[in-house]
């Protein structure tokens, strides 16, 4: 009986977590296919950052595009979260992104973004 037990208590949060995973994907691709608007582009060492929003989500989501100079680029989609109401990623995807490669002044600006409310 205990084995029936744990074998779907394990199976419940094994779908749960597939359920989120699959969720932040779909949230992904919306982002990717809406480009939505654009709300900042700043240029940090030849690397562009580009913050852009869904006019009618802008209080959900907001997405950074970070572009290196040679064209290998990451999109990170913050939503508000629910400990502290700041922004926290709910899912990235890259293109021919080394994150070996990214400047200390562009990773402190994507922490800047997420530590705003």
Do not use: Y
């Amino acid at each position: 009986m205990r084995t029936i037990i744990v074998a779907t208590a394990c199976c419940l949060i094994t779908s749960a977590a597939l359920a989120q995973e699959d969720a932040a994907r779909a949230l992904l691709d919306a982002h990717e296919m809406d480009t939505g608007l654009p709300l900042s582009t700043e240029t940090i060492e030849g690397w562009r950052i580009e913050e852009v929003c869904r006019p009618h989500l802008c209080h959900l989501h907001k997405r950074l595009t970070v572009t290196a100079p040679d064209g290998a680029a990451m999109v990170l989609v913050f939503a508000p979260s629910e400990v502290d109401g700041k922004p926290a990623v709910v899912g990235m995807r890259g293109r021919g992104w080394d994150d070996g490669k990214v400047p200390q002044a562009v990773r402190g600006r994507i922490a800047e973004f997420g530590n705003q409310r």
